[in-house]
């Protein structure tokens, strides 16, 4: 083991021995030095966390890369000060406090408000859980400075995390992000004011999710074919999180009747006893609602993580079995449907954009040309789609903007993806499909045969911990070393290097790939259009391989013969990237 590194770990902990830090605190530190085993000691102390595509986010804990109040008040501190220092001529400056259901998020959130106050910064705390992207919405609808959201998304009950917004809503970018960090790194534990000011505390909640509601009502498209389908059967879970507050009373307001929910799983539960993960993404966190789906023959199930910006939805196949639509397929139908009504409506004024993400399904990119649609494609992560919708203000009309990982954005009014308004307008979208004859699974199928059909798949390599992140950094180089020249049996035409902004063609020449910034990220594209995106998470300690296979569907029962070419292709593109 590492020498040089467990002396580093070692200094590090000593300091959090120190009376500043609380006796529970200085008990968990003393027992990581005492352990023989040093693999927990520099797990958690061998850097600070730092802002990623989701802000902070780490496993609970005591130590400088865990969240724990220490970590939770210096990003606060540092915050704090940032914003004295860039609204120095505003007479109050504000933030919004919001937090999800998990251990801990409560009082991280009330020491985050503590500390802003303290600071002399008005906050705005929300007075229970609440969606992240009401958290969005009330930092534009209360015209505050910047806001903060203590969640983890849908990452395992170990985890939390702290999402830093700035004033249009979205997370911070650059410069703001960098400046954070700098200010936040230049605190000392000594320095921050946990002390707060309850005369600059206002607890919000009925008032700003009234105004949320009544907002994304405005997003209906087609109030006739939710009347005619308003008993459309629901079945909803918020898997013990956030969802709980407003999604059932969104439905309810755009006129569903006929909603069902897991009760089960509508406690609110930082453990999440009924899920092995709390992602929607994985089937397992969808069986209890499709079990009561099944029970009562419902049209549709529809499930939000805990923080409810992301949805998972499931529909009827063609022979009457539930299967889960996953986020690509479900971006896929939610900009068919808006473009295609807003075409029908005369709504189109030839000025309308929609985004999605690099590793997001290129058949999107089809979908929008053959409507002669601006599509923008940007980094994985909200904020970079709200980067786009803010570019464009004044000049374009967002429409609609989506990333494989279960996320959809119908609005500018909130600047994060949003289970609320997706959970209510794909209701929408079944009545629709149901009034016109057909499934949502049909509805899908008709999208594959005009648009080009592709399966995509995500593979994800878990590497945890200091030894992990030094794998994944060694990956990532050799693929940067040793770029493949071919995939499975298929010519390489274009390779991407965000790192670099650089990509090269399959002749060999090299041009300048346009975005705000680098990332770490590379793509590959073959002759025939499959893609390969290769990433590290900015959240979870793992690396990620998004893999597109292109296929060929003349009509809808070619389905299962185009999967299972492109499962067959997929396992061959695996292969080829050696995992």
């Known amino acids: 083991m590492d020498q040089e590194l467990i002396k580093m770990v070692t200094?590090?902990?000593?300091?959090?021995?120190?009376?500043?830090?609380?006796?529970?605190t200085r008990k968990e530190v003393q027992a990581m030095l005492d352990n023989e085993d040093k693999t927990p000691l520099i797990d958690a102390f061998y850097r600070e966390l730092e802002f990623g595509t989701g802000g902070l986010r780490g496993i609970m804990g005591a130590g400088s890369n865990r969240m724990n109040i220490y970590t939770v008040g210096k990003a606060t501190q540092g915050m704090a000060n940032y914003l004295n220092e860039c609204f120095k001529d505003k007479e109050q400056i504000s933030v919004v406090v919001g937090h999800d259901c998990r251990n801990n998020s409560r009082l991280f959130a009330e020491v985050s408000a503590n500390i802003f106050s303290a600071n002399g910064i008005k906050v705005y705390l929300f007075e229970d859980l609440r969606p992240t992207p009401e958290i969005s919405f009330a930092i534009r609808h209360l015209g505050c400075q910047s806001g903060v959201n203590i969640t983890a998304?849908?990452?395992?009950?170990?985890?939390?995390?702290?999402?830093?917004?700035?004033?249009?809503g979205a997370q911070v970018l650059s410069p703001h992000d960098t400046a954070i960090i700098d200010n936040?790194?230049?605190?000392?534990?000594?320095?921050?004011?946990?002390q707060g000011n309850p005369s600059l505390i206002e607890v919000i909640g009925e008032e700003v999710d009234n105004a949320f509601l009544e907002q994304v009502r405005t997003l209906i498209i087609d109030p006739e074919v939710i009347e005619r389908h308003k008993d459309l059967k629901i079945v909803y879970t918020p898997i013990h999180g956030c969802g709980r507050v407003l999604i059932p009373a969104s439905l309810r307001r755009w006129g569903f009747e006929n909603i069902h929910c897991v009760e089960a799983q509508m406690t609110k539960d930082g453990n999440f006893p009924t899920v092995v993960s709390p992602n929607p993404e994985n089937p397992e966190a969808m069986t209890l609602a499709m079990n009561l789906a099944k029970e009562i023959d419902a049209d549709l199930v529809m499930a939000s993580d805990p923080d409810a910006d992301r949805l998972a939805i499931a529909c009827k196949n063609t022979k009457g079995e539930w299967m889960i639509v996953n986020g690509n397929q479900t971006c896929m139908i939610f900009l068919y449907y808006i473009i295609t009504q807003y075409t029908k409506l005369g709504k189109m004024t030839g000025k309308e954009f929609v985004v999605k993400t690099i590793v997001t399904t290129e058949v999107i990119k089809n979908i929008a040309q053959k409507n002669n649609l601006k599509m923008y494609d940007c980094y994985t992560g909200f904020k970079w789609i709200a980067k786009v919708i803010r570019d464009n203000e004044g000049i374009a009309k967002y429409i609609g903007g989506g990333e494989e990982s279960f996320g959809f954005l119908a609005e500018d009014f909130c600047r994060d993806k949003d289970a609320v308004s997706a959970c209510s307008l794909i209701a929408e979208v079944a009545a629709w499909a149901k009034d016109n004859g057909k499934s949502l699974y049909e509805m899908l199928m008709d999208i594959y045969v005009e648009y080009g059909f592709s399966k995509e798949v995500t593979v994800n390599v878990v590497k945890p911990g200091k030894s992990g992140a030094d794998e994944i950094r060694l990956m990532m180089e050799n693929f940067r070393s040793n770029p493949p020249k071919e995939i499975a049996g298929e010519k390489v035409v274009c390779a991407k290097d965000y790192k670099s902004l650089k990509q090269t063609d399959g002749e060999g020449n090299v041009t300048d790939i346009d975005m705000p910034e680098t990332s770490n990220v590379l793509q590959y594209f073959t002759q025939s259009g499959n893609k390969i995106s290769v990433r590290p998470s900015g959240t979870e300690p793992k690396i990620k391989f998004y893999m597109e296979a292109k296929g060929v569907m003349n009509n809808r029962d070619d389905f299962e013969a185009a999967t299972a070419a492109a499962d067959a292709l997929i396992a061959r593109m695996k292969e080829a990237m050696n995992i």
């Open 11 to 24: 200094e590090k902990a000593g300091e959090w021995l120190s009376p500043a830090y609380d006796e529970e």
């Open 153 to 168: 998304s849908h990452n395992p009950k170990e985890y939390n995390g702290y999402k830093a917004y700035w004033e249009d």
């Open 184 to 194: 936040v790194n230049k605190v000392k534990v000594e320095d921050i004011k946990f």
